[in-house]
């Protein structure tokens, strides 16, 4: 088999390491890719965006079946355009992606089908909610409409640092066009707990929960990040939990979505709040999350394409999804001053003794060795027994990788450790 995976960081790596697992899969082709997958996948320079050259590239090397990962594709209708040209693909179409390229959409349709998520308004217009922050209750989260790059919330602690979040938004276009329109909610509190589920439209399967690390700093310090490391499972997600998120959260966001006629076929992100009140959606992805991805996928039993390639055919309900016992911890090494600016082209120390541990999420080759591309470089990943022995192992492999004026937090796990131990 040929596949394609349309995509180019950490996230992707992830996949493809776990799809080449299927003995039936001769090819896989990466766009664009980087110098760190196009050692286990032929890297290819079209952009994740340009979706006629994706759909030509497929069509002309008789691609068997595609995987779109990232968000922007996704909204843009990269499988609508794949699939309309005969391609089987792994993602929602556009009218259902937009569950995460609208935050507007998302909370509307949480509000209509009575799923549990933060009280909010939404504002098109700067006046108006610089007014409503006037008597708003402080803390409160602010958030860009659109596609951010995972950079357009604000979780505002003063009445000022709001005021400055919607100003830069709406009126210094720091987001752009997804700037133009803001969700305002209430802040929630409790402990985060992300949970990826296959879902063909109907059934929902979920996968081992995660718990992300958004902030660059140790303690939680520092500015937000797209994540600098992720645990598996969240001690804080229970079996009980877990069967209230299926009730409450999971299968009526499938239901509600079906009832719009924008049916969700693909890896649909819960990112849920354990608030006093019960789980709350803080958000929804509309694609595998990046790094719970390379949590989640070394935990997977089942065969990854035979999964995809069910929920695509809407044959998930008599698909086993069957997942590993242990842990896994993933700690990302990332380029001094990320997430505000950095400098590229440092070259990258990958022994070979860690590289099949190790997720690349920006590096380029040149001269024939891998140099830094990205503010997150790389992803370095180790599974075990319990959660003490994965983030141990993780650790000393992150120790032998590296790069010139590389950095990455010391204390990936800990809350989840000590989580464990109340």
């Known amino acids: 088999m040929k596949l394609l995976v349309v995509g180019g960081g950490g996230r992707e790596h992830a996949l493809i390491r776990k799809l080449k697992e299927n003995p039936a899969v001769e090819t896989v082709y990466c766009l664009p890719g980087n110098g760190g997958i196009a050692r286990d996948a032929v890297c290819v320079p079209i952009g994740a965006t340009e979706i006629d050259k994706i759909v030509a590239f497929a069509y002309e090397n008789k691609v068997d079946f595609a995987v779109v ?171 009980e939990i877990a069967e209230e998120c299926m009730k409450t959260i999971f299968l009526p966001t499938i239901e509600a979505m079906k009832r719009e006629g924008r049916p969700f076929k693909g890896c649909l992100y819960f990112g849920l709040m354990l608030t006093p009140k019960g789980p709350k959606v803080i958000e929804y992805n509309c694609r595998f999350g990046d790094p719970e991805t390379q949590v989640v996928l070394p935990l997977l039993k089942s065969d990854l394409l035979t999964v995809m390639q069910a929920t695509a055919a809407g044959k998930l309900k008599e698909t086993p999804v069957e997942w590993y016992d242990g842990a896994a911890c993933c700690v990302v090494v990332a380029s001094g001053g990320y997430p505000v600016s950095y400098k590229k082209g440092y070259p990258i120390t990958l022994p070979d003794s860690v590289a099949p541990d190790v997720y690349v999420a920006g590096a380029a080759e040149k001269d024939g060795e891998l140099v830094t591309s990205g503010g997150r470089v790389l992803g370095v990943t180790a599974t075990g027994k319990t959660l003490e022995e994965a983030i141990k192992k993780a650790y000393e492999k992150t120790a032998q990788v590296g790069f010139e004026n590389a950095f990455y937090r010391k204390d990936v796990g800990a809350r989840a450790l000590a989580a464990k131990k109340v």
């Open 69 to 239: 990962a990232p968000d922007d594709p996704l909204v843009l209708g990269c499988v609508d355009a794949l699939e309309g040209h005969g391609i089987p693909c792994f993602g929602p179409r556009a009218n259902a992606a937009i569950i995460e390229g609208s935050k507007v959409f998302a909370k509307d349709l949480m509000k209509k089908y009575g799923i549990p998520t933060a009280a909010y308004e939404t504002f098109d217009d700067m006046d108006a909610a610089l007014a409503y922050l006037d008597s708003a209750p402080i803390p409160i989260v602010v958030k860009a409409d659109g596609l951010a790059l995972g950079k357009g919330v604000t979780v505002a602690a003063t009445r000022e640092e709001a005021r400055e979040a919607v100003i830069e938004a709406m009126r210094d276009g720091k987001f752009g066009a997804s700037g133009n329109r803001l969700v305002i909610e209430e802040f929630l509190t409790g402990p985060e707990v992300s949970v990826l589920a296959f879902t063909d439209g109907e059934c929902v399967k979920p996968m081992v929960s995660s718990m992300d690390h958004k902030r660059a700093l140790d303690g939680d310090e520092g500015p937000n990040t797209g994540g600098m490391g992720t645990i598996a499972p969240n001690p804080y997600y229970t079996d």
